[in-house]
């Protein structure tokens, strides 16, 4: 074990000496290598960045909570025109599902649209307004971070008060404290009692993004902007995280009950969770990691040939050294070492350059684009990869100089 590692001591050296030799070939032939690894890397960190933006966000819309709504959140089959058909939730059906689960569950109906807001001359468009109860905090994540939230006080008056998001703050109110200042929704007037705290957004997987959007008293809602054709969502939060399952058959038991639905009819109305959304992430971002590593990896394998192209070039040019090695006695595994440790060692100067190059790039995403973060994990896979990557494209060249014979070898020109 010791002579084997003091020969690999001895290869890593004379590999070191032949690449800054050879500066030039060196550095053309890692240029693949350095392409190559920069992709896979800055897939990986989209991927990773991603990952946990979608965590974040849907950790604020409660891991215990399901939501009952006309349409189901992930489509699958193509009954697509049958659920069109489905008739909305309303406001009575949500007060009998309250009365029905009275004690068991919290029950919170909500309604949203987008609108005009407005505080003297600052306009906001297409801000998501929600009408919503004090039971928000008991199915949502997050709190005031100013003032406080809605209570049943509110909605029992139809008070047109609001709690606003972190980014409606800074966007309309800059420095100024919104609490107790009077906005304008679509023209009517309301009083901003509260401020959440930073809960993320969802929006690049569709979804809302959390921190610009207002909530209102549901019965102020419907009074200010009126209740013909809007849908509602029921969250209704689960006896406990155990339950969810259980809960669940209940829960479609009973609005089957509140439809007047046959037994042989199918449910009108969808009930969704957490576990549902994110299933339907993994499969996409599973697919979307594949078809990026698979078109990446392209650079990878271009950037091996080039590497084993170089190092058949270099077993060639350094025949009569090898010959000589051979003569005093090296050994073919020592000759394999050599050649092996040169191939990897210019896959990993490649690779240490490209996952800096990835470095820069998750920076600039980061900051400007969207979400994409490195870990230690996507650094150590960037290493393993370049190293394998020389192995293989040195393997074949290492061989061939393994096995010449030290005399031919001497005799070459």
Not at 97 to 119: C, E, W
Not at 245 to 260: A, D, H, P, T, Y
Not at 292 to 306: A, C, E, H, N, R
Not at 332 to 337: D, N, P, Q, S, V
């Amino acid at each position: 074990m010791r002579k084997f590692f003091y020969e690999f001591l001895e290869a890593l050296q004379i590999a070191y000496d032949a690449l800054r030799a050879n500066k030039l070939r060196g550095t053309l032939t890692t240029l693949g290598i350095l392409i190559g690894i920069a992709s896979v890397i800055t897939t990986m960190t989209i991927t990773n960045g991603i990952g946990k933006t979608f965590e974040e966000s849907i950790s604020s819309m409660g891991s215990d909570v399901l939501y009952v709504t006309r349409m189901p959140w992930v489509f699958t089959g193509n009954n697509w025109r049958e659920m069109q058909k489905r008739p909305r939730l309303d406001a009575r059906e949500a007060e009998r599902l309250d009365r029905t689960l009275a004690g068991i569950a919290a029950v919170n109906p909500a309604t949203s649209d987008q609108m005009t807001i407005k505080y003297r001359s600052t306009s906001l468009e297409s801000i998501p307004v929600r009408g919503t109860t004090e039971k928000q905090m008991m199915v949502s994540a997050g709190s005031p971070e100013l003032g406080r939230f809605l209570t049943a006080f509110d909605s029992q008056f139809k008070r047109q008060v609001c709690v606003i998001g972190k980014t409606i703050r800074e966007q309309l109110f800059g420095d100024i404290d919104p609490l107790n200042k009077y906005i304008r929704i679509n023209g009517e007037r309301y009083q901003v009692i509260g401020v959440m705290e930073e809960l993320g957004s969802a929006s690049f997987f569709g979804g809302p993004n959390f921190d610009r959007q207002i909530y209102v008293p549901l019965s102020a809602f419907l009074k200010s902007f009126g209740s013909t054709n809007r849908s509602f969502t029921f969250a209704v939060k689960a006896p406990s995280p155990e339950m969810m399952n259980e809960f669940e058959f209940q829960l479609v038991g009973e609005m089957r009950k509140i439809r007047k639905l046959k037994p042989t009819e199918n449910d009108d109305f969808s009930v969704n969770k957490m576990t549902t959304l994110i299933d339907a992430y993994n499969q996409i971002m599973g697919v979307v990691l594949l078809v990026g590593l698979v078109i990446t990896s392209i650079s990878l394998f271009v950037g091996g040939m080039g590497v084993m192209n170089i190092m058949f070039v270099s077993v060639t040019e350094r025949t009569r050294e090898i010959g000589l090695r051979k003569a005093i006695g090296a050994r073919k595994r020592a000759i394999l070492t050599q050649f092996m440790l040169e191939a990897s060692v210019i896959c990993l100067l490649g690779g240490i350059i490209g996952l800096g190059l990835a470095a820069i790039l998750t920076a600039v995403l980061n900051a400007f684009v969207m979400p994409a973060s490195i870990s230690p994990g996507i650094v150590l896979v960037a290493i393993l990869t370049s190293i394998l990557v020389g192995m293989i494209a040195g393997i074949v060249p290492a061989f061939r100089a393994a096995r010449l014979h030290p005399i031919e070898a001497l005799r070459y020109e």
